[in-house]
């Protein structure tokens, strides 16, 4: 006869976190405050820079104040910004400051996430999570007791195999997470969900150190380029696109973001006297799908590594650090409920939680860049961008429906209310009239122009279309898709933060 004996786990901790990320440091933070103990991993030590725009927007800084983070003297000193401006092919379109909400600071922030990154992880320590750096994470084992991370601990002696285990594992390990992966069905990723951007530092810059700038060109949408300063003569500077546009995109974006901050009148304004420093440095991001799977036995997924970044704007912070809270109320539930490896039943309610909030805010984000993806229609999306600006400009009440949108203060959804619908529409019947009028006006030569601009357009999306028409049908379904998503996200209820 053999006799089986199911002897006690012995967990290295509660929960293990990997990535000491704003996710992950969030997560940590919140359970280590709850009173549990937290093993918080990661491969690099801290401090260590990220490549990022470095905004921090109000959500953000609500979170970050609960954290206690933001009295430190340090952040107290980094740079404030109270509005954007937004330019197209070298004009201001429009200027406006961020809007006011309940609860929420009326200005941003630009961190280097050297510095950011850090103080969280610090305040995570400070909690009473444990931090262990050089820890580089294989992979993660579920078993019926527990969920063991497969690992090496890296010295100047070596590498050492170890196996942490835990009751519940959190990945925070970014867009390319490895854990994640292991949840897909295809672990390969989705371009239509990726964006790739690129950035530098540059010193010397002119221009109110207060105002963050973004600039649209025909050369370089359906991406934009970014001017967030650190200080009043610093600014990261950089360039984001969708991954997969039709027709694809030529040249590398590292090469465009050079070549925009020479030729944009606006860019070379503030960059004309000023020098970059270190090099043009690039990263990946998987953007919000609700079809990802966020938890499993012993697993969740927050932050980059459950996608949750925007993808009309490429914010990540503020749904890092949101993920992270929404986590550890879940796992916090859970782990007092019982004693062994938590299941996905009781990691269920945190999925729920982020698609309640997050799939109607993302559901219109999605829809525009499924838009804006089909470039030989920029001039289209461009003249619905001067349209936009043009009500933001007239309008104060739309300017600040807008901008909370953009910025993440207000649920993108209001975007489909009759006030900004209907104040878009009337902007756009004046905008035809007014230039209908200029048309009129004008010599038959520039008639001519006109008519050869929009024979070009047509005659573009008809070539492109019979050059590649399995690309041209798969925007057609992407958008068809986003729209009906859209439709059905506009009657959700988005619960509170």
Partial sequence: MTVSLHLPVTYDADVIVVGAGPAGASTAFHLARAGFDVLLVDSSAFPRDKVCGDFVGPVALRELADMGVTPRPDFQRTNRVIGATLFL??????????PAADGLPSFGRVIPRLDLDDWIRQAAIGAGARFQPGTKVLGVEVTDRCAVVEATVGGRDGETPVRLRSRIVVAADGSNSKIARSLRTDPSPNKKDRIVAVRAYYTGVAGP????????????????AWLFPTSATTANVGLG?????????????????LELVDSDAALRERLGG??????VLGWPLSTYNHRTPLVRDGLLLVGDAAGLINPLNGEGIQYALLSGRWAAETIGTALRAGTGRVGIGDLLPYERRVAAVLRPEMALATTIISLIRRRDLNAVWLQALRVICARATNDKAYADLAGGILAGITPARTALSRQVVGGTAKQAARTAIVQGARVALQPRSRLRSLVDDVTDTVGSVASNTARDPAASASWAAAVAMALFELATQTVVASPTR
């Fill in 89 to 98: 092919d070298g004009r201001p379109l429009v200027t406006r400051n961020l």
């Fill in 209 to 224: 150190g207060d105002r963050c700038d973004m600039y649209f060109s025909q050369d370089s949408f359906p991406g934009y």
């Fill in 241 to 257: 696109m969708v991954m997969e546009t039709t027709p694809p995109t030529d040249g590398h974006l590292r090469t465009q973001l």
């Fill in 274 to 279: 000023a020098t970059i420093q270190g090099r």
